[in-house]
């Protein structure tokens, strides 16, 4: 609280501030966004923390982190989100999956499939409400914490996946090619800021979320359609 009153009465962006960020696009969007951002207020003490969504929350409630990007996955009602940029869903594929020449797919035509389900607390929810409005359950026969490791099981052909953010490259970390198949019949997701109720008093929490609107767009990101 001295930081932000300090700050607030030299108008000065700077001191320490803990950034949060989703592990499954943290490699996509934070680097990039907290170089522009040291760049532009050399004086913040930026430190970056990934971590799954359950982790975010309570690092939140906790002080631990000052404000994160993550998506709106049951963000509770004392924590405030900021939208960002709403991100539909697509489809992974290795090139000789039966399904990987679509222009789009349904959950109707993923459920028969081997699916690799990136298992991480909140997003697994989400994942499966995209086949329960249907009366369908897909048929998980993989599941990995990490996001490489998914892209690069899809790629060797052990199953599809389903993600809302994809890097610039269409291959997995081990070389092999992937598809990407936008995702008919889901809701998209938020990606945006959490934050606890009264952070935004704080300047330099104003000056990131000020920043992140202007640079977390859908043509910034990497790998998004225009």
């Known amino acids: ?36 951002f040291v760049s532009r207020y050399p004086e913040v003490e930026f430190r970056q923390f990934e971590r799954h969504q359950a982790e975010i929350l309570d690092g939140i409630r906790q002080a631990r982190l000052d404000v994160a ?19 539909p869903p697509y489809a992974l594929f290795a090139p000789d999956h039966p399904l990987a020449g679509r222009t789009t797919v ?39 914490r990490d996001m490489g490791v998914m892209r690069a099981m899809v790629a060797n052909g052990f199953g599809y996946s389903i993600a809302n953010i994809r890097p610039q490259s269409d291959r997995a970390p ?8 936008p995702l008919s019949g889901a809701d998209s997701l938020r990606l945006g800021l959490v934050l606890a109720e009264g952070a935004k008093a704080a300047l330099t929490i104003r000056a990131f979320i000020d920043h992140c609107r202007e640079r977390v767009t859908l043509d910034a990101l990497a790998g998004a359609p225009p």
């Open 106 to 144: 349904t959950p109707q035509d993923l459920a028969p499939h081997p699916m690799v389900l990136l298992d991480l607390p909140f997003s697994t929810d989400y994942f499966m409400e995209i086949f329960r409005p249907h009366g369908l359950r897909p048929k998980v026969v993989e599941r990995t």
């Open 174 to 181: 081990d070389g092999r090619q992937l598809r990407h198949v």
């Open 1 to 36: 609280r001295l930081n932000d009153l300090a700050n607030a009465i030299t108008g000065q962006v700077r001191g320490p501030l803990s950034v949060g960020c989703l592990q499954t696009f943290a490699q996509v969007v934070l680097p990039q966004l907290r170089r522009s």
């Open 69 to 87: 990007l993550t998506y709106d996955l049951d963000i509770p009602a004392d924590l405030e989100f900021e939208p960002l940029v709403k991100l």
